[in-house]
């Protein structure tokens, strides 16, 4: 078929009529290396923000469905932050 060179297999279902839906992606959980608290971010997107501490977060994806923080998007902002001190402008 050729719909399933363009959308996986393992997206579409059947709905009770039998007629193929497409699943739509879910949002991932990752955690905050700043405050440890748990966030949603969309697949594949490259960077997040955590809504507790308001940090930026560059993310690595190995597939669409696992991804982890590798680096903060600004590291003076990040370093400022942690340790509470107002940067030089």
């Given at each position: 078929?050729?719909?399933?060179?363009?959308?996986?297999?393992?997206?579409?279902?059947?709905?009770?009529?039998?007629?193929?839906?497409?699943?739509?992606?879910?949002?991932?959980q990752?955690r905050?290396?700043?405050?440890?608290?748990?966030?949603?971010?969309?697949?594949?997107?490259p960077?997040?923000?955590?809504?507790?501490?308001?940090?930026?977060?560059?993310?690595?994806?190995?597939?669409s469905?696992?991804?982890?923080?590798?680096?903060p998007?600004?590291?003076?902002?990040y370093?400022s932050?942690?340790?509470?001190?107002?940067?030089?402008?």
């Open positions: 078929m050729l719909l399933e060179f363009l959308i996986p297999a393992d997206s579409i279902f059947a709905n009770k009529e039998g007629v193929g839906t497409i699943m739509t992606q879910k949002e991932i990752i905050c290396k700043a405050c440890s608290s748990r966030f949603s971010v969309w697949p594949m997107e960077i997040a923000q955590c809504p507790q501490c308001h940090q930026d977060w560059k993310i690595k994806w190995l597939d469905r696992s991804g982890m923080i590798i680096a998007v600004s590291w003076r902002e370093q932050k942690s340790r509470r001190i107002i940067p030089d402008e």
